[in-house]
């Protein structure tokens, strides 16, 4: 049996700041903290120097990352649109309290924020946000593209439908409320947002992403 890394967590935003060397630690500081702001590392120093520096140079940023890809591959794919937004969602077990979010895919500018949800799992979050980000736009009359490395959500918007698996029940009450306007708002409104599949062997994580992996 392969032994996993341990992972020591940042918590900037929560019932208790610092660094924490689980994740159930971790998630009990975040626990119910609307906006709780928190990251992995890979050693217990990395997380202490990111504890005594801005959050926003960490959260939603990677690693230096490189392609596995050859550059044959990678001339196919281009380069990411930064004309867009990107969007993501994190869930703490499947399923489990969940949130997603939506970025600047240029500067990773956080643009919109919602949860953290009960009893919810990523898919839901990532249909969630790739809808929110539409009635955005559109409210904008930006003509920025999506990205999401969902094929399942992105399979969900193009159908109007949401074929979760997940049982309604009242912890997840409200999270569904949400799931029933998205459906709504997608039956009942048009858009020409363009909505593209995140290359993620090409680029690495899209920049909407959590960074609890």
Not at 34 to 54: N, Q, T, V
Not at 166 to 186: G, Q, S, T, Y
Request: with cysteine; hydrophobic share 35%.
């Amino acid at each position: 049996m392969i032994k996993k890394k341990k992972k020591f967590y940042t918590v900037w935003k929560g019932h208790k700041t610092g660094v924490f060397e689980s994740w159930d630690d971790c998630k009990a500081q975040i626990k119910d903290y609307r906006g709780a702001i928190y990251k992995a590392f890979e050693s217990f120093d990395a997380a202490k120097k990111a504890l005594g520096e801005d959050y926003k140079n960490y959260v939603g940023k990677t690693a230096a990352f490189k392609s596995e890809l050859s550059e044959a591959e990678l001339n196919l794919i281009g380069k990411p649109n930064y004309h867009s937004i990107s969007v993501d969602a994190a869930s703490s077990g499947n399923p489990g309290k969940m949130e997603y979010r939506g970025v600047d895919t240029k500067t990773k500018k956080q643009l919109f924020y919602q949860g953290p949800f009960e009893e919810g799992t990523n898919n839901l979050g990532e249909f969630l946000a790739i809808v929110h980000a539409l009635a955005l736009l559109k409210k904008n009359k930006s003509d920025r593209l999506i990205y999401t490395d969902s094929k399942t959500a992105m399979s969900w918007v193009k159908k109007k439908a949401c074929n979760t698996k997940l049982e309604r029940n009242k912890a997840n009450e409200f999270l569904f409320e949400l799931v029933d306007r998205a459906i709504h708002w997608l039956k009942h409104n048009t858009y020409t947002t363009k909505i593209v599949k995140w290359e993620t062997k090409a680029w690495g994580e899209i920049p909407a992403d959590f960074g609890r992996k």
